[in-house]
């Protein structure tokens, strides 16, 4: 092969990578080539596990002020984002509710944003802390009718059983965790978008 076929070649190889990148880079994000990202649970860890206790205000403390006080139980779900697009995308906020079973307990939500590159993955932690007592409260206000039904009685002492059953098989995951109405705000360029999003655990 002469030198000058072989320049040719070179150039003509050059030319095709350089336009390549170029056709890479002309993507934009628009309202018809927007894809909408896939958001998908990985896992739920037991971050931190203080047991199961609650006391009222009626037991006087060994330090401090007597008070309605619930064990706390944090936990961290691990979210996949996925971007289907040529280009970018930011995932600006994460809001979803967490129910055990069929009660829901806490609403969280996270506004630590990050980039998604082109055909990738990321992975986003949530941490939701849930606190006995709270986590009580919801149970009677939102969840009384549900627990009646599923225990045959209602009140505090049914929801406690109930909340004391949780927190023991949390570190095993013995109980189904769900993740409803989620909502994730995506941007890109001008397009913005509310991607909706739900999952169970285990």
Known sequence: MSKK???????????AVALAGC?????KPTAKNFVEP????????VAHYWGWWYFSKKVKPT?????NYGAP???????NVTNPNPYPVQLE????????????LNTVNSTASQWI???????????????????????LVTGGFKLKKKTGAAGPGPALKQLAAWWKAAPEYGFPIYVKEGAAVINAGDVNRVVSFSAKFP
Do not use: W, Y
């Open 5 to 15: 076929r072989l320049f040719t070649i070179i150039c003509a190889m050059a030319v």
């Open 23 to 27: 056709a890479g880079m002309s993507a």
């Open 38 to 45: 896939k958001i998908e649970l990985e896992m739920v860890e």
């Open 63 to 67: 330090m401090g002020t007597p008070g």
């Open 73 to 79: 139980l944090d936990l961290a779900f691990v979210f």
């Open 93 to 104: 906020n994460i809001k979803f509710t967490v129910a055990f079973e069929e009660f829901d």
């Open 117 to 139: 590159p082109p055909g990738k993955t990321n992975q986003i932690r949530v941490h939701a802390m849930f606190d006995g007592r709270q986590s009580l409260l919801s149970l």
